[in-house]
């Protein structure tokens, strides 16, 4: 398995530079780190003594993946999960936090292994998942990839100012979709028929 530290880097290079979306709930974000997530943990990158759109602006891919490291892998707990379901629940958490967890929660349960899904690794989930994992450890991060997907898709249903996140403006797979899939094996990939087929009610 890659380094967390490795994934980390791999995350930042996803999320790209400095985006300014009204469409985004999150405000202001550079390398996938949002002003709300700046404001929410403190963190003045330019040690002005308030927290706003500058310290955004002024965060490096370096400070992000330390970010990512600390508050959304060593804290949340992802290191006592199977080794194959770590990476694409990290990716997620960096995306949608506890509903990462609370995704792979509803998945185990669906599995026949119970947990509350309260978006909280405890030991009730790493049971659980390892119980999963033990009974099926070649499919479970397939599992987990395609209910990661199946969420993106419900949210843009939802919320129809998410659509362009899980389509593009040309009918293709939009960039949720597209990085849920890269942590799905290919014969599990929707093609794009497949994905016009699903979001084809969006209009």
Known sequence: MKTVKVLAAEIVAREGGFVNDPDDPGGATKHGVTLTTLRRLGLDITRDSRIDTADVRALTQAQAADIYVEYYFKRPGLAALPDPLQASVFDMYV?????????????????????????????????????????????????????????????????????????????????????????????????????????????
Request: hydrophobic share 40%; net charge positive; glycine share 10%.
């Open 95 to 203: 995306n949608a936090g506890g509903n990462a967890v609370k995704v792979l929660q509803r998945l185990l349960t669906t599995m026949g292994f119970p947990c509350d899904p309260d978006g909280q690794i405890g030991p009730q989930t790493i049971r659980a998942a390892q119980l999963a994992y033990d009974a099926a450890p070649s499919h479970l991060a397939d599992a987990y990839g395609i209910a990661r997907r199946n969420y993106y898709y419900a949210l843009a249903d939802a919320r129809p100012a998410s659509r362009k996140y899980a389509r593009r403006r040309d009918g293709g797979k939009g960039g949720w979709i597209a990085r849920a899939e890269e942590f799905i094996s290919p014969r599990y990939h929707l093609t794009l028929a497949q994905h016009q087929a699903r979001v084809a009610s969006w209009g």
